[in-house]
């Protein structure tokens, strides 16, 4: 076990905790075969922070996948609160459904199947929290749908920003990084955030999430 897998296995432990509901939807997922790419448990429970630092009563997700991150943000909303996410692939959004009815949230998660860029223009905002979590290549154009979605005030996080430090380099022909990169360079650019990113390294390798607040227009 690599360094990095003990000190996220000792923080999980320490800070997270035993969750059978989080288990069974990584074990339902594993089942039906998805990949494994869904957020680390610690890092499921920093956005749970986040929404509720955010005290976020609406939240939008690009890419389901199982549910995993869905459901450790829709256990930040508040009652009444409501969270959509927005998934591709029907057979991974089945997933994400069995596993928000087990965890019990079926009730205030909505999953929506579908081509992000074609659910995206039939979603009534403002979302106060907005998790970017789909195909890389296309968060430029998430960045621009995530803006229009939300108000002054709402958090925008995006996960993989990093992947093992190709976000620094400029020649590589893989367009999930020149989208991160164009999706960085845009969040620099906007007058109307304030942004930073951060590095991760842990169980799911040398990575790292953006984090933009919006800004009065
Ligand atoms: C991949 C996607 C993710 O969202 C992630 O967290 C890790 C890997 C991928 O497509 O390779
Ligand atoms: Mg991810």
């Known amino acids: 076990m690599s360094t990095w897998d003990a000190v996220d296995t000792y923080i999980n432990a320490q800070l997270v905790g035993e969750d059978p509901i ?26 749970h922070l986040l929404a509720r630092i955010s005290g976020a009563r609406t939240i939008l997700e ?18 009444g609160g409501r969270l959509v996410t927005l998934e591709a692939e029907p057979a991974y959004a089945e997933v994400a459904r069995a596993n928000l ?5 079926a009730d205030r998660v909505e999953v ?12 009534e905002g403002p979302f106060d929290l907005v998790f970017l979590d789909a195909d890389k ?41 020149q989208g991160i990169r164009r999706f960085t360079e845009l969040l620099g650019a906007a007058s109307n955030v304030t942004a930073t990113a951060v590095q991760t390294v842990g169980s799911k390798g040398w990575d790292g999430f953006a984090l ?3 800004e009065a227009r």
Request: aromatic letters at 4%; proline letters at 7%; a negative charge.
């Open 22 to 47: 989080l288990d069974a939807a990584l074990a339902r997922a594993a089942a039906a075969g998805l990949p494994a790419h869904d957020v680390a448990p610690n890092q499921g429970k920093l956005l």
């Open 62 to 79: 690009l890419g389901t996948l199982a549910g995993y991150s869905t459901i450790w943000l829709a256990r930040a909303l508040p009652e």
């Open 101 to 105: 009815e087990d965890a019990g949230l």
């Open 112 to 123: 929506r199947v579908g081509a992000a860029l074609e659910t995206l223009p039939r979603l």
């Open 137 to 177: 290549q296309r968060n430029p154009e998430y960045l621009e749908w995530a803006l229009r979605l939300t108000r002054p005030g709402s958090l925008i996080v995006a996960d993989n920003v990093v992947r093992d430090g190709e976000l620094a380099n400029a020649a590589s022909e893989d367009p999930r990084v």
């Open 212 to 214: 933009a607040l919006v």
